[in-house]
């Protein structure tokens, strides 16, 4: 959204509606727990901590 609002078209419009999207896409990713996702938002799934070769450090 940075890059979009610094180097976006001649129209101040057309960059401001999409930095006002993106703000509003990231926003909407926030879990209700306020934390954020890498992928989904209000995923709460332990099903990826069952996996011997994807544990995320996590001790059983």
Request: charged residues 20%; proline residues 3%.
């Amino acid at each position: 959204m940075q890059a979009v609002s610094q180097a976006g078209p001649s129209d101040i419009r057309v960059s401001d509606a999409a930095v006002e999207r993106g703000m509003r896409w990231v926003l909407s990713m926030q879990s209700k727990n306020s934390g954020w996702g890498s992928f989904d938002k209000d995923n709460t799934s332990l099903l990826a901590t069952r996996l011997p070769f994807f544990d995320f450090g996590e001790t059983n």
